[in-house]
């Protein structure tokens, strides 16, 4: 019986990359958010690319180091925060697949400031949304940035939200569909709510909060970058307006007026306080303000 355990467990050593990410990307699928399949997405194909053809039980530092060789010559502008995604997607095949843990020390990552959307734009956007609230697609899209800069909400909880999430009375939204998979609340402020209401009453939308409006499903992501493309060039805006940007804005302003962390990592939906802190971004300006009140 022993001899037959060892025998299985060789087997599932012996299987190839290409073959242990088909069953990595079954079992994320079944057992991940969307999110976070589409974040593997990529970083499954460059791995199969690069290293498919070798066996699990074969990977090594010198085959790990060979590749990210590689990738730094596709690409000389790659960062070791980008390669470190690449080795820990490798890791994570080769453990689900044959159990076997690899030992690689994460190459040291520059630690850089994320650039928020800056009051201005977001302003110019919100002043042109309001002024063609007649057209149901700007209405839709005007509340989808203020709900993002209110809550700080990733794209695909956004996305997903419904109408029966919406908490009006006490202004806050119940977030269902998460990266985590694990619920939580978000408040929106009182001028957001009231737009809010008045998107829910008088729109067509059935189900999900943002939708097309010619179905009853939420908007895909490239609908967003279509519209936010289009934006872009209607206003002329030259700073990128992801909705990972305005993740980072909700934070900043947050800690800006004063609040405190560790709520602030229960508002976005962070498992610990260290990715949290990754969104402090005082600018020059705040520094300097800060130490002449502190300093004199």
């Given amino acids: 019986m022993e001899s037959f355990i060892r025998m299985v467990n060789n087997m599932l050593k012996n299987i ?15 057992t991940k958010s969307a999110g976070t399949v589409d974040y593997y997405k990529y970083y499954l194909n460059a791995v199969n690319k690069g290293l498919g053809h070798l066996n699990c039980e074969s990977i090594t530092n010198k085959e790990i180091l060979s590749y990210i060789k590689n990738r730094r010559i596709e690409n000389p502008n790659v960062s070791n925060a980008t390669l470190n995604k690449h080795v820990k997607t490798l890791k994570s095949v080769v453990k689900y697949a044959s159990e076997r843990e690899i030992q690689f020390n994460k190459l040291k990552e520059r630690v850089k400031t994320t650039p928020t959307v800056s009051k201005a734009t977001y302003t110019k956007i919100f002043e042109f949304y309001q002024k063609h609230l007649e057209d149901r697609h700007n209405f839709r899209n005007y509340i989808f940035f203020k709900i ?6 990733r794209l695909s909880e956004a996305t997903n939200l419904k109408i029966s999430d919406i908490e009006l009375q006490d202004n806050l939204i119940h977030v269902r569909v998460t990266k985590t998979d694990v619920d939580r609340y978000v408040a929106i402020t009182e001028s957001t709510k009231k737009i809010l209401y008045k998107y829910i009453l008088t729109q067509p939308i059935r189900n999900y909060l ?54 602030l990592r229960i508002l976005m939906g962070h498992s610990n306080l260290k990715t949290t802190q990754r969104y402090l971004h005082l600018s020059r300006t705040d520094i300097m303000t800060e130490y002449k009140q502190i300093m004199g």
């Fill in 210 to 263: 943002f939708t097309d409006f010619e179905n009853d499903k939420p908007l895909s992501t490239s609908s967003v970058e279509s519209f936010i493309y289009r934006l872009k060039k209607k206003l002329k805006i030259k700073e990128n307006i992801t909705p990972h940007k305005w993740r980072h804005t909700f934070a900043t302003n947050y800690l800006r007026s004063g609040g405190n962390l560790e709520t």
């Fill in 16 to 30: 190839k990359i290409s073959e242990a990410i088909e069953e990595f990307r079954i079992y994320t699928e079944i």
């Fill in 148 to 153: 993002l800069l209110d809550t700080g909400l």
